[in-house]
């Protein structure tokens, strides 16, 4: 190692950015990690309110890669539980397993829908009306039209507010590839040899949420010397020919700005943000493409309800058009120990928006009361059930692959290949819908790079046919 490179840089502290500075620290490298938040763990913070513990949303600890599962071991050892998964679809105030399972589907939905479901996917796969580029195309073809229509149409077009047809086919292949009709049917007479990850039935949880791992990730990296510097935001990248020369960092409460040498950086930020903090600009082409790749942004409505029942589910997925509900967390079905009494629910109201429309400017009192008149008019629970509530606002959550999304990454990448010191990482970092094992992975591949231990391709995780999530 070069002992002239003192000045590591990591901005975030998420899931990558936390995997990197503790291959880093385990090899001897000491770090500086630059976090907004004022806690590790990004996304898969835990937060607790009034003794209830909640997640952003609900992350299983589910992977394929043994070295991430063996690091989810060590660092919790006791307190990582095994949960039976289930998870369905809540339309027409009816349970439809998720992934769809043909007994359960085609009881729900009736006899007469049912044929017709089962006349369009045999016409869908004798013909192939969809166009497989396309999200709406890619699932015609595999599912039917018709099933199309009823479940997977509203649920997309609720996260991405862009039509499917305008979608890449590559977010339904890389969360439910794999996955058939005729692989659920398969699946619902027991042959499940080689299933789709989609169908996995267990995953393991922390027993107080996925902070708990980052809280003690934490502890073992800052004993080798890596330091956090919570409430700073990244707003500069200074740049001398190919190297990145320097940071700056804004305190997010008081405001006041520093600048921090750099002799590696390794960023998680939203990849479009990276480009325009560059300094010198990058070429009008780059920015271009920069400003073509878009975020939808994520808002989580956590309530405490006075219902020791609500539903056995770990979350459901609303499909129900009258409601701009997407999908509902339970946490005490996650584990026992996120709610501080057994007799109350604590629930995590989901919705997808873009930063700075009406619906993210709303303010949270009518927020919570939006959220509360939609769980009743579905029913699941009742306005008078509400003990207490908070609302969460993240943006840069979920990365819109439209149908040119991956001819904008390659003019990036082509740029940022030319810096010597400067790694991107992660979800945001690669502009790519990752889980966080894939996110841990792209940590621990681009400290491996910088150590010499490489080449590794952080571009390349989760492109695998073989790994799926639902």
Known sequence: MNESLKSILIVGAGPAGMACAHTLAKAGCTATVFEKEQVPGGLCR?????????????????????????????????????VKRLSRIYFRRRFFNYPLSFANTFANLGLVE??????????CKWKRPGDDQTFEGWI???FGKRLYDIFFKTYTEKVWAVACRDLSADW????????????????????????????????????????????????LITNHGTEFSYGQTVVGIRCEGKRAVSLITEERKEGKRKEHKADHIFSTMPLPLLVRLLSPRPPAAVLEAADRLQFRSFIVINVILNREFIFPDQWLYIQDEDVKMGRIQNYKNWSPGMVADAKKTSLGLEYFCTQGDE??????????????????????????????GFVLRCANVYPVYSLQYEKHITVIRRYLENFENLQTLGREGLF????????LLTGIYAARNFLGEGPFDVWNVNTEKQYLEG
Not at 51 to 67: A, C, N, V, W
Not at 114 to 122: D, R, V
């Open 46 to 82: 835990t937060l607790n309110f009034d003794g209830y513990l909640f997640d952003i949303g609900g992350h299983r600890f589910l992977t394929k890669s043994d070295e991430i599962n063996q690091l989810w071991q060590d660092v919790l050892e006791g307190d990582l539980l095994r």
């Open 114 to 123: 049912s044929f017709k479901c089962i006349a369009s996917y045999f016409w």
């Open 140 to 142: 015609t073809n595999h």
């Open 172 to 219: 339904a292949t890389q969360r439910i590839r794999g996955l058939s009709l005729k692989v659920a049917i398969k699946n619902a007479f027991g042959k499940k040899q080689n299933a789709p990850k989609t169908l996995a039935e267990e995953f393991y949880y922390p027993r107080t949420g996925p902070g708990e791992f980052y809280q003690r990730l934490e502890k």
């Open 359 to 388: 619906f993210w400017n709303m303010n949270n009192p009518d927020m919570i009361n939006f959220a509360m008149e939609e769980l009743e008019k579905i029913g699941i629970a009742k306005r008078r059930d509400l003990i207490n």
């Open 432 to 439: 790519r819908y990752d889980n966080s094992d894939h996110a």
